[in-house]
């Protein structure tokens, strides 16, 4: 007789979830509204279940054991799947339109793990994505052509009351692998800079960093578009300045220049009448990056 499956508890997997990705279960109990003694135990009975330690102790901290970074993948997977069933069956049914614009940087993000989820959950909402730059997005909110945006924050940017900050994401100097960073350190030959076209945030903290730290430049490759930055990347034409999201992972962080700073994430909302579809989705946008534990605007 075939061995019976085990059936994980759905509730211990959430806390598993949350106190890895916040990096304490403390504030994993404080995020699911539990005490942190009933996350422990539920953390213990996943354990129990799995016939296996799921975490352990270094220094001060929990780490993943090898088993656990796979219950961690198969946990994601079971909960989002749950979470798209509960929104499915147990909402009230959405209708309407909805117009998303975005950076181009979160497109291979947000559409995979929001919108698709989005849209089965609320077949009934005609949701349409946008993919443009900074100035276009605010310009669609100020003139309500857009029901939400997700975009940089800028220093100069309109105050609108209905937007907020989703934190802060540390910029990156990216190269491709058989990029010669060394060769331009050690020559003195100016770095080739791969950038959008100015106004841009990231070209100017690019530029910024290598001023203060008396490194040459040059600007060797301008784009309208991101994926022509990633393309002229990955012939070795030079390096830039992004965050790591969609970031392709043929790609490397290159740490031996100075930091560049970090950007603020805004997410803008139309200030005309937001229905439910669209806080639906606010929310949904808030949880993702609630859950890449970016920094927030206090510290």
């Known amino acids: 007789m075939a061995k019976r499956p085990i059936t ?34 539920q953390l213990k009975k996943l354990e129990q279940q799995a016939g296996t330690p799921l975490v352990q102790k270094s220094g001060r901290h929990l780490i993943l054991t090898e088993r656990g970074e796979v219950m961690l993948s198969y946990a994601r997977r079971i909960l989002r799947l749950n979470d798209e069933a509960s929104a499915a069956l147990l909402a009230s049914p959405l209708n309407g339109s909805l117009n998303l614009g975005m950076q181009e940087d979160f497109g291979e993000t947000l559409l995979p793990a929001i919108l698709g989820t989005f849209t089965r959950a609320h077949p009934q909402v005609q949701l349409s994505a946008s993919i443009t730059r900074n100035q276009q997005l605010l310009e669609g909110i100020r003139h309500s052509e857009f029901d939400l945006t997700v975009s940089w924050q800028a220093d100069d940017e309109p105050c609108f009351p209905t937007s907020q900050s989703l934190g802060h994401s540390a910029l ?42 008396g490194i040459p430049w040059r600007i060797a490759f301008t784009s309208r578009s991101l994926s022509g930055i990633w393309a002229a990347m990955s012939a070795g034409l030079g390096i830039t300045v992004r965050t790591d999201f969609g970031m392709p992972q ?9 930091a560049p700073g970090e950007v603020g994430i805004s997410l803008h909302q139309s200030q005309t009448q937001p229905g439910d579809a669209a806080n639906c989705l606010k929310g949904a946008i808030m949880d993702f990056f609630a859950g890449h534990r970016l920094r927030s605007h206090d510290g």
């Not at 806390?15 to 942190?36: H, K, M, P, Q, W």
């Not at 080739?192 to 910024?208: I, K």
């Not at 043929?250 to 100075?258: A, F, M, Y």
């Open 172 to 213: 990156r100097w990216i190269g491709a692998e058989h990029f010669s960073l060394e060769h331009y350190l050690h020559s003195g030959e100016p770095l080739p800079l791969l950038v959008f076209e100015a106004p841009c945030l990231m070209r100017s903290a690019a530029t910024a960093a290598l001023d203060h730290a």
């Open 8 to 41: 994980f508890d759905a509730e211990a997997l959430r806390s598993f979830v949350a106190g890895i990705e916040l990096g304490s279960f403390v504030l994993a109990a404080d995020r699911l509204g539990r005490s942190t003694s009933a996350v422990s135990a």
């Open 250 to 258: 043929t790609l490397r962080v290159l740490n031996q220049l100075p």
